[in-house]
């Protein structure tokens, strides 16, 4: 059974910084680093959407909105994803979710539907 738990998140002011960390375990795979890992965020009363994606050589693409504030990496024991968050802004609020694709090294798309395996999310909240 794959779980991904999100932690990390909370409220600060606009122009703070928070990282969220996703702890990746279970089912057969020994290392998820060797797989596409995500961030996704759902805003209030808005669909989800694409925040990063990291492959397999640790390649990483950026939603438009976080380029240049937020930065995703893993660490050397390979099974968790982080995300610093820095320069936040009130439309950053949103639950964040940890995502895998464990089909490829390869992340094949950044669409919320093609990602098997999901956190349960954490909370951020961006105050004015």
């Known amino acids: 059974q794959v779980q991904l738990v999100e932690s990390g998140g909370g409220s600060v002011q606009a122009g703070g910084s928070l990282r969220l960390s996703c702890e990746a375990s279970g089912g057969t795979y020994s290392t998820y680093r060797s797989y596409c890992m995500a961030w996704f965020r759902q805003p209030p009363g808005k669909s989800r959407e694409f925040v990063s994606a990291s492959d397999s050589s640790g390649r990483t693409r950026y939603g438009d909105s976080v380029k240049g504030r937020f930065t995703a990496s893993r660490d050397n024991a390979e099974n968790n994803l982080f995300l610093q968050m820095n320069t936040l802004k009130p439309e950053d609020t949103a639950v964040y979710f940890c995502?895998?694709?464990?089909?490829?090294?390869?992340?094949?798309?950044?669409?919320?539907?093609?990602?098997?395996?999901w956190g349960q999310g954490t909370q951020v909240t961006v105050s004015s």
């Open positions: 995502a895998a694709d464990l089909r490829s090294r390869m992340c094949r798309s950044y669409e919320p539907g093609e990602y098997a395996y």
